[in-house]
T-cell receptor, first 114, second 114 residues
Framework: AQSVAQPEDQVNVAEGNPLTVKCTYSVSGNPYLFWYVQYPNRGLQFLLKYITGDNLVKGSYGFEAEFNKSQTSFHLKKPSALVSDSALYFCAVRDWSGNTPLVFGKGTRLSVIA | NAGVTQTPKFQVLKTGQSMTLQCAQDMNHNSMYWYRQDPGMGLRLIYYSASEGTTDKGEVPNGYNVSRLNKREFSLRLESAAPSQTSVYFC?????????????FGEGSRLTVL
């Protein structure tokens, strides 16, 4: 079975500082990994994904994520946070070997303070 | 760009009433999904349809039924609503194959069962 853990319910960061939102995963084979963002009263929006290749993945709005196979992690990062980055962030995973849907983490609320 | 359209956006039901949530996508995607979002629980998959003519249970299917009416439309029905089904429901779609796992979400349907 595949699973995702987001260990922090809430992350607070000052505007202009770097931010990290943590994600660890468990799959039986190789993972497909994703980050989604949800703004208030909206549906989720795709940010970035890791399928294969370079461990550092760049996505929308200046976000990036680093795939670490040995630590089974896929942390979301941004060098300089903006107030507009404040939102709910979800990590998701699926196993590449099966035709199974994504499994989402419980979400991390990011608050960027001016 | 309509993308994924859900109706209704808001609904209040009494226990035991039935209703259908409608979802349509105009991106010619093969796969469609229904998720529910509850505080602290993240997104949980109710049902999905990998392709037209097929439906499968997700993590929390009890109390729900689905119909993949055609390639565009995927409806979710609550036959006898219960307070535990108070939630925000999201429909999503994806193109299988190249865009593995990248989901496009609707704006959500907020359901309250009294």
């Amino acid at each position: 079975a595949q699973s995702v853990a987001q260990p922090e319910d809430q992350v607070n960061v000052a505007e202009g500082n770097p931010l990290t939102v943590k994600c660890t995963y468990s799959v039986s084979g190789n993972p497909y990994l994703f980050w989604y963002v949800q703004y208030p009263n909206r549906g989720l929006q795709f940010l970035l994904k890791y399928i294969t290749g370079d461990n550092l993945v760049k996505g929308s709005y200046g976000f990036e994520a680093e795939f670490n196979k040995s630590q089974t992690s896929f942390h979301l990062k941004k060098p300089s946070a903006l107030v507009s980055d404040s939102a709910l962030y979800f990590c998701a995973v699926r196993d590449w070997s099966g035709n199974t849907p994504l499994v989402f983490g419980k979400g991390t609320r990011l608050s960027v303070i001016a | 760009n309509a993308g994924v359209t859900q109706t209704p956006k808001f609904q209040v039901l009494k226990t035991g009433q039935s209703m259908t949530l409608q979802c349509a996508q105009d991106m010619n995607h093969n796969s469609m999904y229904w998720y529910r979002q509850d505080p602290g629980m993240g997104l949980r998959l109710i049902y999905y349809s990998a392709s037209e003519g097929t439906t499968d249970k997700g993590e929390v299917p009890n109390g729900y039924n689905v119909s993949r009416l055609n390639k565009r439309e995927f409806s979710l029905r609550l036959e006898s609503a219960a307070p535990s089904q108070t939630s925000v429901y999201f429909c999503a779609s994806s193109e299988t194959g190249q865009f593995i796992g990248e989901l496009f979400f609707g704006e959500g349907s907020r359901l309250t069962v009294l």
